[in-house]
């Protein structure tokens, strides 16, 4: 045998431990949504090749569309002070389709950081920013980020001096949030499509902080 | 009346089933305005299908020492959004 694992039952020939995969029988809820999408198709309703485009679009949201959303916000006062008021006309002047989302943006400064958690569900902004990481949608973060974030900071790399206000945002009913990052020191030179490349999904949850150049 | 930015408000202290956006952690407790987000339909109702009501929803900002006595950073804050209905307008 090449590994000696333990629990013999559970093993591949190889040796190896199986990996669960989609073992079981469909749920109810599964059941409904391939009757639905294939009755919407039958009926005329819908398309497949539209169904397939909305996924399209959805996997094509991604943190870039935030970073550029910041970095925009670095290099015009003006544009920031507008994301500040209204996010979500913000992200629709920079031709981000944000669909229905009410978004607002809170900014870190010298003396404030802020952090995004959804302690009911898992709220996020997606249409910006895409699909979120999963450990922002577990128990443990939901609970942790309100119950003790300097902790949970801690554990992703960021120590807040205690001079240092922490603004934690719980996205309890219909907005969305994004932080706007601290600019780092050093990128005075810098264009906007390198600034953006600072700038990172957890500095946009406010678990990161925008990477140095 | 739609209440002003900076107005002390608590949250109701109840706990009514169903779609409800009021986290317990905050039930009981004193905030302040942070600012006032307009009319939604209330979700208590949007989430089962019903006629929903539309109702102001606020941005009260909680201090973390007053949510939880023994938090690490007592000035820092939680804002979380809530509706009219939670805002007990009778008390202190």
New interface residues.
């Given amino acids: 045998m090449p590994h000696d694992h333990h629990d013999h039952d559970h093993l591949s020939p190889s040796g190896h431990p199986y990996r669960q995969d989609n073992d079981g029988a469909l749920t109810y809820w599964q059941t409904m949504e391939i009757a639905i999408r294939e009755l919407m198709i039958e009926k005329g309703e819908l398309s497949a090749a539209q169904i397939q485009a909305q996924i399209d679009a959805m996997d094509e949201r991604s943190p870039a569309n935030g970073a550029a959303v910041v970095a925009r916000a670095w290099t015009d006062p003006d544009f920031r002070n507008r994301l500040l008021a209204n996010g979500s006309d913000a992200a629709r002047e920079m031709g981000f389709d944000i669909g229905p989302m009410?978004l607002?943006a809170v900014e870190n400064t010298a003396h404030i950081h802020n952090l995004i958690v959804c302690?009911?569900c898992s709220c996020y902004p997606r249409n910006l920013l895409g699909l979120p990481p999963d450990w922002y949608k577990t128990r443990e973060y939901r609970s942790r980020a309100?119950?003790?974030?300097?902790?949970v900071l801690r554990e992703f790399g960021v120590e807040?001096p205690?001079t240092t206000?922490?603004?934690?945002?719980?996205?309890?009913?219909?907005?969305r949030y994004i932080v706007l990052p601290a600019r780092p020191a050093g990128t005075d030179g810098l264009s906007v499509d390198a600034l953006a490349k600072l700038v990172t999904r957890d500095s946009m949850i406010g678990t990161g902080l925008a990477k140095a150049p | 009346m739609t209440l002003a930015v900076g107005t002390t408000v608590r949250i109701k202290d109840m706990a009514p089933l169903g779609h409800i956006?009021?986290?317990h952690?905050l039930r009981g407790k004193t905030g302040v305005i942070e600012r006032v987000?307009g009319g939604?339909k209330n979700?208590e109702q949007l989430a089962y299908m019903v006629p929903a009501p539309t109702r102001t929803?606020y941005?009260v900002?909680f201090e973390?020492g007053h949510?939880?006595p023994d938090a690490?950073?007592t000035?820092?804050?939680?804002?979380?959004?809530?509706?009219e209905h939670w805002i007990d307008q009778n008390a202190p």
């Fill in positions: 009410h607002v302690t009911l309100v119950r003790e974030p300097r902790a807040l205690v206000t922490l603004r934690v945002h719980d996205s309890t009913a219909d907005m | 956006r009021t986290p952690y987000l939604f979700p929803l941005r900002r973390m949510i939880w690490e950073a000035h820092d804050t939680l804002d979380a959004e809530i509706y």
